[in-house]
């Protein structure tokens, strides 16, 4: 029997449906460290490779990875931007990415059976973000690859931003939005077993965490 979803994910499955339109015609913020985050991610890449992206939105990471892999799984919660995302692979030709509605956890990989994962701009927007950590490092294979771009506030002013979600969210204006600082992400990170290869910033104030790790060979 399917567990219900919780209250929080419900009325983030629906602010996500809701603003997919227009999140899918946003430009990107910083086109130029935008295309620095691809290419150091691809450097890990070959062809042959599984790779799993949780929290793709309209698939257009996805897109950009696809020609230098095996094949893509792109799980969101957000049944809005899944179909615009196949509908963008469709007309760019892109055939290796399967999209997938839910969670990571709802997706349930095969132990060790990923090459690479990511999770990008999203860590921040899961209740339970330690769990999804974990979950990363029981499918990846030993030695396999964890990329993340994560909005850590808990070091800025930013932080007091916990104080105003719950309205946002009763409201319909915001989404879960949680303030976590840089070394707790790292350290979690660490702590599931993966060694960091490479940690920087970017954004406003520097608040955006890249992060690639490796999962530690047994």
């Known amino acids: 029997m399917n567990k219900p979803k919780s209250m929080k994910t419900i009325e983030s499955d629906k602010f996500w449906d809701g603003v997919a339109a227009k999140y899918s015609q946003k430009a990107v913020p910083n086109e130029e ?27 257009t990471t ?7 892999v095996g094949q893509i799984d792109a799980i969101d919660i957000s049944e809005n931007m899944l179909k615009i995302g ?3 692979a469709h007309q760019v030709g892109v055939g290796n990415i399967d ?33 999804v950590i974990a979950e990363v490092a029981r499918i990846l294979k030993p030695g396999g690859v964890f990329v993340s771009s994560t909005g850590c506030l808990g070091g800025s002013y930013m932080r007091f931003l916990k104080l105003v979600v719950p309205v946002g969210k009763c409201f319909g204006l915001m989404p879960d939005l949680f303030v976590i600082t840089e ?3 790292a350290d979690e990170i660490k702590a599931a077993g993966f060694s960091i290869e490479s940690q920087w ?18």
């Open 183 to 185: 070394d707790e992400l």
């Open 86 to 88: 196949r509908e963008r």
């Open 99 to 131: 999209f997938h509605l839910g969670t990571l956890h709802d997706f349930n990989a095969e132990a060790e059976s990923v090459d690479v994962v990511l999770g990008l701009n999203v860590i921040h927007l899961i209740p339970n973000w330690q769990v």
């Open 33 to 59: 460290m935008y295309q620095k985050k691809l290419k150091e991610t691809q450097s890990y890449f070959s062809s042959e490779m599984r790779v799993v992206e949780f929290g793709c939105g309209t698939g």
């Open 201 to 218: 910033h970017y954004g406003h104030k520097d608040m955006e965490v890249f992060i690639i790790a490796r999962k530690n060979a047994l």
């Open 62 to 68: 996805a897109i950009h990875h696809a020609p230098f």
